[in-house]
T-cell receptor, first 114, second 114 residues
């Protein structure tokens, strides 16, 4: 158990819909990262937050957005969903601001878009 | 641009045999390198990391990796593979230019045969 929790574990929805994925980091970790893992794209870094502020952006679509709240939990919002958005979405957390340190991954949320 | 290449999509080894998973990176400065393991249905777990110092680093579960700057490589090794090592392995580099992010390779899936 990494200490990072993600809800829900599974999510099935239809194209065009909007969903919210939630992540609670390990106690004491200020950084939260979101990743998308699909069979054809592999593991893709989406976005990082540090203590409530956006810190780094990766291959995140404009239809996707994220935020980190004062209690440090984070939410990833996916809108206008397409079939290709079906994937595993991982959240990770770490202590430091830079990414040159260990990230602890949650168990993931499996999103299926029908 | 920073990148990580894992040339082998999948590898099959016999239980008890030695293992080497290849990883090549492209990064202008001194890299921060990681190996993660992902067991089926789970998130990624850090095996080991290299920041500086001794180029041979030891990790958990009996794994080690060697950083070779001249070859831009960070190969993962294990002298004797156990069936429980069957998983997907990701090499990653921590990049600190243009914002902090971690770049993952495409992964190598390890199969262990009895």
């Amino acid at each position: 158990d990494s200490g990072v929790t993600q809800t829900p574990k599974h999510l099935i929805t239809a194209t065009g819909q909007r969903v919210t994925l939630r992540c609670s980091p390990r106690s004491g970790d200020l950084s939260v990262y979101w990743y998308q893992q699909s069979l054809d794209q592999g593991l893709q870094f989406l976005i990082q937050y540090y203590n409530g502020e956006e810190r780094a952006k990766g291959n995140i679509l404009e239809r996707f957005s994220a935020q980190q709240f004062p209690d440090l939990h984070s939410e990833l919002n996916l809108s206008s969903l397409e079939l290709g958005d079906s994937a595993l979405y991982f959240c990770a957390s770490s202590v430091e601001r830079s990414l040159n340190n260990e990230q602890f991954f949650g168990p993931g949320t499996r999103l299926t878009v029908l | 641009a920073q990148s990580v290449t894992q040339p082998d999509i999948h590898i099959t080894v016999s239980e008890g045999a030695s293992l080497e998973l290849r990883c090549n990176y492209s990064y202008g400065a001194t890299p921060y390198l990681f190996w993660y393991v992902q067991s089926p249905g789970q998130g990624l777990q850090l095996l080991l990391k290299y920041f500086s110092g001794d180029t041979l680093v030891q990790g958990i579960k009996g794994f080690e990796a060697e950083f070779k700057r001249s070859q831009s490589s960070f190969n993962l090794r294990k002298p004797s593979v156990h069936w429980s090592d069957a998983a997907e392995y990701f090499c990653a580099v921590g990049a600190s230019t243009g914002g902090f992010k971690t770049i993952f390779g495409a992964g190598t899936r390890l199969f262990v045969k009895a």
